[in-house]
């Protein structure tokens, strides 16, 4: 097996960032970073909201947010016609679920690498309209074969009304086939939802190609936009059925602006979204995927190496664009999620670093991102400093 290298860096790509120099910044993940160059887009948007906030909502808002989408859409090689700006993936998955008309006797069915708000979200969908729940168990190691195979085995047509399937998992940073997954859901009659909060920005395989009938993916992480700017494309069978959590100005305008009108909100991060994919394509979108692919390569075979795991041990992810890979800590450490929580603040707090620790199944799992603002040093004081804190339990 090859000794990952670390990539060149990109130079001085960490000054465009105003993340703290004190601490190391290994979660892009979970709530991304966003480019001060956005940060100063989003608040001359709010300068000019709070300098005539009248104008500012009821003279043409409706039609730059229409704009914005277009042009996120045309990013994420989705139709705008069927791209719907949500606040974030959580937000989108509700919608999707409450728009289903579940009744007693249905299901929807979804894999125990799924987020969990979004398992949250089905189980209380289910619990409102009599539905159930159904989990179907991927083992980690499973190969793309296998997966599509435990899904089709797991689908009950006419009874699953949705299968819900994540593109990149978040737990366990797996890529799932959802192209083939979508295509054995599509032979049964079962409608898709692809989770695909990870994916704008880190991967380039486009919505189109994914194929399903609700895809969710958030700007916010690693697209570089302001927090609040989250995708829901959806096929045009579904367009008419699809309702906003919350019923505002723009219901009879239909889909997707009344889902985008949501009342009075702070709409500055949608519109300074481009922003975000103008910094990613000034970077070089695959200058920046490579570079931080090879990162989180080398960041697992690094602190893997520390921990003592063999190489074979460590989760391949699935795919060369994966910016984010996992690391299995010591048997009996972070094996519930509070342990996980309590772990990963100690980390942070002990070694001024921001990772972020997952408990899957009863196991402990290590998960560090690479993002242009990082470099190899980090990951290797880490490697320094983390079985030590590890051995005091
Ligand atoms: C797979 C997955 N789904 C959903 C979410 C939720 O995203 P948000 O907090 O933007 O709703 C996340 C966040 O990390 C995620 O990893």
Redesign the pocket.
């Known amino acids: 097996m090859s000794v990952p290298q670390p990539p060149e860096p990109i130079p001085a790509a960490r000054l465009l960032f105003s993340l703290d120099p004190a601490v190391s910044h290994l979660n892009h ?3 991304g970073a966003v480019p001060i160059g956005v940060q100063r887009a989003q608040q001359r948007l709010r300068d000019e909201m709070e300098a005539n906030p009248l104008r500012f909502f009821t003279q043409g808002l409706v039609d730059r947010v229409a704009h914005t989408r277009r042009h996120l859409a045309t990013f994420l090689g989705a139709d705008p016609e069927g791209t719907a700006l949500v ?7 509700a919608v999707v679920l409450q728009s289903l008309g579940l009744r007693p006797g249905d299901e929807i069915l979804s894999t125990d690498h ?2 969990g ?2 398992t949250l979200s089905i189980q209380r969908e289910c619990r409102r309209t009599g539905a159930e729940s159904r989990v179907v168990a991927i083992p980690l190691a499973a190969t793309d074969e296998e997966i599509v195979d435990a899904v089709r085995v797991a689908l009950r047509p006419g009874r699953t009304r949705l299968l819900v399937v ?6 366990t940073a797996r890529l799932f086939p959802v192209a083939a997954i979508v295509g054995v859901a599509r032979e049964h009659g079962v409608p898709v939802l692809v ?4 994916v704008p920005g880190m991967l380039s395989a486009t919505v189109a190609s994914v194929g399903a009938d609700f895809w ?1 993916g ?1 700007l ?2 690693w697209g570089y936009a302001p ?1 609040g700017t ?1 995708a829901l494309v959806v096929a045009p069978p579904w367009r008419d059925r699809i309702e906003p959590l919350v019923v505002s100005w723009e219901q009879e305008t239909g889909f997707p602006a009344r889902l985008e009108w949501q009342a009075t909100l702070d709409y500055t991060s949608w519109l300074a979204a481009p922003a975000g994919l103008f910094t990613l394509r000034s970077l070089g979108v695959d200058r920046v995927r490579a570079h931080n692919a090879a990162l989180a390569a080398y960041a697992q075979r690094v602190v893997g190496d520390a921990l003592g795991v063999a190489p074979a041990h460590l989760p391949d992810p699935g795919g060369p664009e994966v910016a984010m890979r996992i690391i299995p800590l010591p048997r009996g450490l972070a094996t519930t999620i509070e342990a996980a929580r309590e772990l990963q603040q100690r980390i942070a707090e002990r070694l001024a670093t921001e990772v972020a620790v997952m408990s899957w199944n009863g196991e402990g799992w290590l998960r560090l991102c690479g993002q242009v603002y990082n470099s190899p040093d980090e990951y290797e004081r880490l490697a320094v400093r983390l079985p030590p804190l590890l051995a005091q339990r």
């Open positions: 993940g979970s709530f606040g974030n993936t959580t937000t989108g998955v799924e987020y708000a979004v994540d593109q990149l998992t978040s737990a989770d695909a909060a990870h969710m958030n916010h992480k927090r989250a």
